[in-house]
């Protein structure tokens, strides 16, 4: 077991893309953690989805030994955190487990905007910042400016900032020093009670549910019996140990250490991200406090294209609720679709990433609604709701209010840029707050905006008007009244709920329009008329037909008189109109995505 004033607990945070993976891997092949024959690059992005897209989805932690200049040996818990706005609930977590933090800058695009929102999240945890500014060995890189930008934004000291290059091991060495230094060791005592904090888990298929754990106080070993006071339950421990990445057993893990700890948990509902490990003899310690737990921001329905895998994707969701516990789900139902699952994210690229883990590691084919956010009303009978979905409204006559989500939107741009993101921002009903200005050439614009706005195409349009250069962060702020209503989208007068969404009046006419052109274009014709509309309450507001198949009945009808087509035209045209009242549109699965995906091009 490690003494505690020998032990560092410590996070890596940056926005994303600025080299914190890479910077883990020579922390691993300095500390000698990983051998030359099994590194490759971003070994802690293990998940194929995160090698794919090259960011980091799951907060992800390694043990290293390190002797330091000093002459002592050093353990190191690294955690390796995303960088992505739609996981800041996994930065969170993880640095509830350490003392310090990494903020590491990269020298040539500078501080941006998630940068700044994660360090506050450091700030407000109490941790030791050292400020590391990255890529100085490319040819554009700044590293003076961005200095100077870290001390504007974020008040650590510019002379502070460690110049390094991830890529090629320069100045490496020296962070691994200052982390030994400025970072304080543990508090908690190891004759103390047992007190544990749970920051991550997974399912394993053979060994059940792995936990991720910080002792806070106390010392685990093998064979001790524990108890979670979050769910009640109490467990032997069968096996725990480091993690330097893969699990490495061992005999205990002490105050300040950093594990994994297997306890035989079949079920995955008994472990909850958060709670405290306790011992289940002698004196018990209090619980920790946990994590204050994300609340989903984005809404969508997840339809299984073969209604017989409904169960399949109930169980996949469980077993991705033990990893991510920061996305909600409950089943529901689609005259359309029908039986699925409205799932609540934390954001679209969080809602992206478990449906393709969905359809990659648990092989099913999902159909998603369109994404919505939660909106309050109030009906004309006094009463408050939440609506997490159009199908949960009532009648449009009944609503006397809608209320909808207002976020604080952080925008960082170069100078050139701003006219063209602040037209952007307005464009979507955005309210100009602010400018921060950060750097010479780069400013943070402020403005509240309805997370209806920018949960969709806001962060790919930001990229284009900018040039790549623009980053964005956002934070809930309040409920405001907004002038909405609810699209209903008609085929053949029937309303198709999963096509349905809250719109602002004034860009309803355009939505509906879209959607109804792209059905026009997937729904393959019938053998009669079919009218696509799209309607607020009883008003119509846009409408297309698609043309009945027409077959040529006269073709065999040589001259002779007129009166034999027409007694033919005739009677083609009652069986068409008998069609018409028992015919029912099949409307495609291709025809749901086209427009679920494609209606907000």
């Not at 003076?144 to 870290?150: L, P, R, V, Y």
């Not at 009978?381 to 009944?398: R, T, V, Y």
Request: glycine share 8%.
């Amino acid at each position: 077991m490690t003494p505690p004033d020998r032990i560092r607990n410590f996070c890596i945070i940056a926005h994303i893309d600025h080299g914190k993976s890479t910077l883990a891997d020579r922390f691993m092949e300095i500390t000698g953690t990983v051998s030359k024959r099994e590194m490759t690059e971003q070994i802690l992005d293990d998940m194929e989805l995160e090698r794919e897209r090259g960011i980091t989805i799951k907060a992800r932690a390694v043990s290293m030994d390190y002797q330091a200049e000093d002459g002592n040996r050093y353990l190191l818990n690294l955690i390796d955190t995303p960088g992505h706005v739609d996981f800041s609930y996994e930065v969170e977590k993880s640095l509830q487990a350490c003392e310090g933090a990494i903020l590491l800058v990269d020298a040539s695009q500078g501080v941006e905007a998630q940068t700044v929102a994660n360090a506050h999240l450091a700030d407000v945890a109490g941790l030791e910042m050292i400020p590391v500014l990255n890529k100085v060995d490319l040819q554009h890189a700044d590293p003076d400016e961005a200095a100077m930008e870290i001390e504007n934004s974020v008040c650590l000291p510019a002379e502070e900032a460690l110049h390094c290059s991830a890529k090629t091991g320069k100045g490496v060495v020296e962070i691994l020093e200052s982390v030994v230094r400025r970072i304080p060791p543990p508090k908690g005592d190891p004759k103390a009670p047992l007190q544990a904090l749970i920051f991550d888990s997974y399912f394993d298929d053979y060994r059940g549910v792995v936990i991720y754990c910080r002792i806070v106080s106390g010392t685990l070993r093998k064979r001790d019996r524990i108890h979670m006071p979050g769910t009640g339950s109490g467990y032997e421990v069968l096996e725990l140990g480091r993690l330097k990445p893969r699990m490495v057993p061992g005999a205990e893990l002490g105050a300040g250490e950093v594990g994994y700890v297997i306890c035989n948990i079949k079920r995955l509902k008994d472990v909850v991200v958060g709670d405290t490990i306790l011992s289940e003899k002698g004196e018990r310690a209090q619980p920790l406090p946990g994590f204050r737990h994300p609340k989903p921001v984005v809404f969508c329905g997840l339809y299984p294209t073969n209604p017989g895998d409904f169960d399949a994707l109930r169980k996949s969701l469980d077993k991705l609720a033990l990893n991510d516990s920061s996305f909600t789900y409950e089943p529901e139902s689609s005259d359309a679709l029908g039986f699925g699952i409205r799932a609540g994210f934390l954001g679209l690229l969080h809602m992206n990433i478990i449906q393709e883990r969905l359809e990659r590691e648990e092989n099913l084919d999902l159909v998603q609604t369109a994404p919505t956010v939660v909106y309050r009303i109030r009906t004309k009978a006094g009463a408050e709701k939440e609506i997490h979905s159009p199908s949960e409204l009532p009648d449009f006559g009944d609503i006397e209010s809608f209320m909808e989500p207002i976020v604080k939107l952080s925008i960082m741009v170069p100078n050139e840029a701003i006219g063209a993101v602040m037209r952007l921002a307005t464009e979507r009903r955005g309210r100009y707050v602010t400018t921060e200005v950060i750097g010479h050439n780069r400013q943070m614009l402020h403005f509240e905006i309805p997370l209806a706005e920018i949960i969709y195409d806001f962060h790919d349009k930001l990229k284009s008007v900018t040039r790549g250069y623009g980053t964005m962060d956002y934070e809930f702020l309040e409920y405001r009244p907004g002038d909405l209503v609810p699209l209903r989208i008609l085929v053949n007068g029937n309303e198709v709920d999963a096509l349905c969404t809250i719109v602002h009046r004034d860009d309803a006419e355009r939505r509906g329009r879209k959607i109804i052109e792209q059905l026009r274009r997937e729904i393959p014709r019938h053998l009669f008329q079919i009218p696509l509309q799209a309607a607020i309450g009883g008003k119509i507001v846009a409408r297309e037909n698609i043309r009945a198949l027409a077959k040529n009945v006269t073709a065999k009808c040589y001259g002779g008189d007129i009166s034999r087509k027409r007694k033919l035209w005739e009677k083609q045209k009652a069986g068409k109109k008998r069609m018409k009242m028992v015919g029912n549109v099949e409307i495609p699965q291709k025809a749901f995505l086209a427009v679920l995906r494609g209606g907000e091009d």
